[in-house]
């Protein structure tokens, strides 16, 4: 009985993971991870003996204690990966925001030359040498 809700469990994760896909509520690269950790969990249930088997190998004497294990290194790693996706983000954020800074203050220089050419010619502004007006 555990084997069949530990099966059924799995299934919805799995569907509710290709639904968020479906959805553009997950990114590919991410759906990809646990994907392969669904059917990996999909596989320990169908077939308990190999954490039986892997624990023996790694000389860990309770199955559970393994499973603990791997699913403290599984979530550090996945911790781990979006710190580094976080901190590429600000950092493209950050000169997003320079460069935004940087080109208003062109087109403020350019508006100040702009106006006094203007000035200069007499007050003759003529429409069609106007800089369109930015829209917000």
């Not at 553009?24 to 249930?45: F, N, P, Q, S, T």
């Not at 550090?76 to 925001?97: G, P, T």
Request: glycine share 6%; charged share 15%.
């Amino acid at each position: 009985m555990a084997t069949l809700v530990g099966f059924i469990f799995v299934l919805v994760i799995l569907l509710i993971i290709f639904e968020m896909l479906r959805r553009r509520h997950l990114r590919e690269k991410y759906a990809v991870i646990w994907i392969i950790i669904g059917i990996g969990v999909l596989v320990l249930v169908a077939f308990p003996q190999l954490l039986f088997w892997s624990s023996g190998v790694l000389g860990v004497k309770v199955p559970s204690n393994l499973l603990f294990a791997m699913a403290i290194v599984l979530l550090v790693s996945v911790c781990l990966h979006l710190s580094f996706e976080q901190s590429q983000a600000e950092d493209e954020v950050r000169v997003l925001a320079e460069e935004v800074g940087i080109l208003r203050l062109k087109v403020l220089q350019l508006e100040e030359s702009l106006t006094q050419r203007g000035t200069a010619a007499g007050n003759e502004t003529h429409p069609e040498t106007l800089p369109p007006e930015p829209t917000a």
